[in-house]
Structure formats: C-alpha cells, structure tokens
Nanobody, 115 residues
Framework: QLQLVESGGGLVQPGGSLRLSCAGS????????IGWFRQAPGKEREGVSR???????YYADSVKGRFTISRDNRKKAVALQMNTLKPEDTAVYYC?????????WGQGTQVTVSS
C-alpha cells in the first residue's frame, strides 16, 4: 500500500511562492503518474498538474506559466513549484499517484494566498 505525504503548504502573500512536495513510502515514484489536485471551499476538486512515468507534464490553464512540476528522485518525491501565487490559488492541495487502475491519495496540504 503506497502512502503519500504532502508538505510545503502555508500562508503566502499574493505574488509569492511556495514549493509543495509529495513524498512516497516506496523506493521510487518513477513508475507512477503523479498528479496535483486542489479543492477550494465549496468547489469541486480540480486537476492542477501531473507528470507521467516518461516525464511528460500537464498543467491546467489557470496555472500554466506559474507552476512547475518535477521529480526529485533522491527524495522519492514530486515537487510542485508555485510562483506568482494568486488569491484564487487558495485551496487544499492533494497529491495523487496512479499506476494502471490503482490510485492513491495523500491527506492534503493547505495553501492560503492572502495579504
């Protein structure tokens, strides 16, 4: 059973940056498609970014050019670098790992963008 732990959330002012990390309990996450999702109060969970096992990346239009997803193989983790944050980025951010038909979720980390 893969366990995922997100970290790096917090309170930041508009225009600031945060770096989220999704760490796995296995030797490597390389075989998994890792996705970042977020859910704001009163809204449905939405996909933000993902990276596949072959390194292909995807970004939602709302974060394109501001967020970058990458693998940190030494730490068995996937990072989401978030720059130029906006108040509308405020949400709980979740990490998802998917391989074949199996999917795992982390517990989430709160990101709040406010002055």
């Amino acid at each position: 059973q893969l366990q995922l732990v997100e970290s790096g959330g917090g309170l930041v002012q508009p225009g600031g940056s945060l770096r989220l990390s999704c760490a796995g309990s296995v030797i490597t996450l390389d075989d998994y498609t890792i996705g970042w999702f977020r859910q704001a109060p009163g809204k449905e969970r939405e996909g933000v970014s993902r990276i596949t096992s072959d390194g292909s990346t995807y970004y939602a239009d709302s974060v394109k050019g501001r967020f970058t997803i990458s693998r940190d193989n030494r730490k068995k983790a996937v990072a989401l670098q978030m720059n130029t944050l906006k108040p509308e980025d405020t949400a709980v951010y979740y990490c998802n790992a998917r391989i074949s038909i199996v999917s795992y979720w982390g517990q989430g980390t709160q990101v709040t963008v406010s002055s």
